[in-house]
């Protein structure tokens, strides 16, 4: 698998599900080959004088790894797992208030 870098790029985000995939790891972003090729591939775009970003941080220590392995753009959390965790409580508490008042009977 080849990374070809173009320099008038300003940043290379790598999809680290895509790659996971084309290792043969599908949705395991977490798998060491997968991380192995991240952190090589980060090298790569670096060395070109490019920011390079590429894994969804899902908490401090997934973001001390993308720190550690060069990463400049770091993102956090898929946008569905925030939107999600955002409606989780509440849409729990009106379920539990729903119950309840059919309990008491009220209509």
């Not at 008038?8 to 395991?28: F, N, T, V």
């Not at 894994?55 to 956090?76: E, L, P, R, S």
């Amino acid at each position: 698998m080849g990374l070809r870098i173009n320099e008038k790029s300003d940043i290379i985000y790598i999809g680290a599900y895509d790659l996971s995939q084309a290792l043969g790891y599908p949705g395991l972003g977490d798998h060491p080959l997968v991380r192995e090729y991240l952190e090589s591939s980060v090298q790569k775009i670096r060395k070109k004088g490019i920011a390079a970003g590429g894994y969804v941080a899902k908490n401090a220590t997934d973001m001390k790894w993308m720190c550690a392995a060069g990463m400049q753009f770091i993102t956090f959390l898929p946008d569905c797992t925030i939107i999600y965790e955002a409606f989780e409580v509440p849409y729990r508490e009106f379920q539990s208030v729903i119950a309840s008042s059919q309990q008491k009977g009220s209509p």
